[in-house]
């Protein structure tokens, strides 16, 4: 799916914590150079590993974010896109694993200590 368009072969260096896995829920953590941080959490691995990359190639590529939406990009998406752009360091970590009870608990804990990106408003969108 990489091709003259996307922009996006080896765009970040994946990174697990001692013990996290992708096979279990969790907690995941975009590390952006010169931006800060995004904690989200995941049941699936898509989330982490293909969600934000279709969000950003979709930037890139001058495409809506969502038919109804065009232009909601969240600040994450936008960053990341950015950094990419500008050749920052992008960084995805898999923080941890807990039970899906646990997940939006642990989530808000994490986001509290260093999610930097989380909540922001809105940025425009490049296109």
Not at 36 to 50: C, D, I, M, N, Q
Request: glycine share 8%.
């Amino acid at each position: 799916m990489d091709g003259p368009t996307s922009g996006l072969k080896d765009w970040y260096v994946l990174e697990f914590a001692d013990g996290a896995n992708l096979s279990r829920p969790g907690i995941y953590e975009w590390v952006i150079e010169g931006a800060g941080s995004y904690v989200g959490k995941f049941t699936h691995a898509s989330r982490p590993l293909k969600e934000y990359e279709r969000n950003v190639r979709k930037i890139i590529q001058g495409r809506p974010y969502r038919t109804k939406k065009p232009k909601a990009f969240r600040p994450v998406h936008v960053e990341l896109e950015r950094a990419h752009r500008e050749g920052r360091k992008i960084t995805l970590r898999i923080v941890e694993n807990c039970l899906a009870t646990d997940l939006t608990s642990r989530e808000r804990t994490l986001i509290k200590e260093r999610g930097t990106l989380n909540g922001r408003h809105r940025l425009t969108s490049p296109f």
